[in-house]
């Protein structure tokens, strides 16, 4: 079915100008067909009343665990795409610690195929750095790439062999894939299961301080000036973090670095209830931290927003703080996270939107469309309510996982309709019907 969606705010950052008015939006054959005001209702088109709402393309996610091969009891493919949908997340690019890792052709092809298979949003799979993510060898960074990898990355185990890190970036650089860090320096974290401080020393539990992180954002940096590569960190976390990107930038080279929600929304003082769903890698940090990641959200060194959205069941959450798992919901909370930073005056909306669309969709260079309501795009999008608030339910998730640390909280930004190639993929209120 074809759509017009009527008097909403659009907003599009993907261009040099960046849009911003209240329009109609026609959908037709898939794709964004025509955008104006007042525009006339083609035979046979659905009309959806968009006055007091928001339209933006699909967001973007650079970073999710779908856990489809292998874990599917936490999370497959289809519930994390209906979790994304919900959220108004239509892209997605999924890290390869699977069972068996996406280190091979073989899976790429199968987690494409799925994700077609389900139709509701677009999975990008991010192929393993090295062979069994082990950190010894390289994986086939072109055979996998002709499969449809975007990025390449080790996930959750960081690259400590710094010999495996310079030829990974230069074989990077070969293909034309970003390499991307979970910058943690295992000596120095030394097993810490949260955050180095009072926090930690009152709660009795072991913590690891924040430059495990910067100092393996450091290295890297330096190798990333020798090689050309183009070098991404994943879910950056700390202010001297901030500190080394914002400096490479200026020195022109090829770095990146993406912040998730919980870690600007929440510190380590939340880790002092015991909550394992507050327990992820890397850790929650202070506030001081925290501060240092909403300025680099304003000033332009965090490229984009991603969620680490990382589902895990109950056998693995339902345990001792130290023993359980790492890791946290986000596809269905990012956008009203990220828009409480719009109401607390850190960034603007224009800022919030490039962060969740156009941003991450440029940093990998994905497919011509994302990201964008440009005319002749595909038609990804999402109409949410910017004053609407709603209560974070775990018990409501699409996820087949529980463990968001936001249970119960209010946000705002209540997403109304979500359409994926011009398809219905969320619509809670039977606008589409």
């Not at 874990?71 to 497959?76: G, L, P, R, S």
Request: proline letters at 4%; one cysteine or more.
């Amino acid at each position: 079915m074809d759509y017009l969606i009527r008097s909403s705010r659009v907003i599009d950052a993907s261009g040099g100008e960046i849009l911003d008015a209240e329009v109609d939006v026609l959908v037709q054959e898939g794709r964004v067909a025509k955008l104006g005001a007042g525009l006339a209702a083609p035979k046979g088109v659905r009309e959806i009343d968009g006055r007091g709402q928001m339209v933006v393309a699909g967001l973007v996610d650079l970073h999710v665990h779908l856990r489809e091969p292998g874990q599917e009891y936490k999370e497959d493919i289809e519930s994390g795409s209906r979790a994304a949908v919900a959220g108004g997340v239509t892209t997605m690019c999924c890290m390869p610690n699977t069972r068996p890792v996406n280190d091979c052709r073989a899976i790429t092809d199968l987690i494409i195929r799925r994700s077609k298979e389900v139709g509701i949003a677009r999975v990008l799979p991010i192929g393993a750095v090295s062979k069994g993510l082990e950190g010894k060898s390289l994986a086939e960074f072109g055979e996998m790439q002709e499969g449809g990898i975007v990025a390449v990355s080790d996930d959750g185990r960081p690259i400590m062999d710094a010999g495996l890190m310079r030829r990974a970036l230069e074989y990077g650089k070969t293909f034309g894939l970003p390499v991307v860090q979970h910058a943690e320096d295992l000596d120095l974290a030394e097993g810490g299961v949260m955050n180095e401080g009072t926090v930690a020393t009152r709660a009795g539990l072991r913590g690891q301080p924040p430059q495990a992180e910067s100092i393996m954002v450091a290295r890297d940096i330096e190798l990333v000036e020798w090689t050309g590569a183009q070098y991404h960190v994943a879910h950056a976390s700390t202010g001297r973090s901030m500190d080394l990107v914002r400096d490479a930038k200026k020195r022109g080279l090829a770095v990146s670095c993406e912040v998730a929600p919980h870690h600007f929304t929440l510190t380590d003082a939340a880790c002092a209830s015991y909550n394992t769903d507050m327990k992820v890698a890397p850790p929650l940090r202070n506030e001081s931290d925290r501060q240092a990641l909403l300025q680099a959200l304003a000033d332009g060194t965090v490229d984009c927003i991603a969620t680490d959205h990382a589902p895990h069941s109950e056998v693995e959450k339902d345990v001792e703080f130290d023993c359980a798992s790492c890791g946290m919901l986000g596809l269905e909370t990012s956008l009203s996270l990220s828009l409480e930073l719009v109401n607390d005056g850190v960034i603007d909306l224009h800022r919030m939107v490039y962060l969740l669309t156009a941003g991450p969709a440029k940093l990998f260079s994905l497919q011509k469309g994302i990201g964008t309501l440009a005319e002749g795009s595909p038609a990804d999008l999402v109409m949410f309510n910017p004053e609407a608030r709603w209560v974070v339910d775990r018990n409501k998730t699409q996820s087949r996982s529980k463990n968001t640390p936001f249970h119960g909280r209010e946000v705002p930004g209540q997403v109304m309709l979500t359409l994926f190639g011009g398809k219905a993929v969320f619509d809670p209120r039977g606008l589409c019907q």
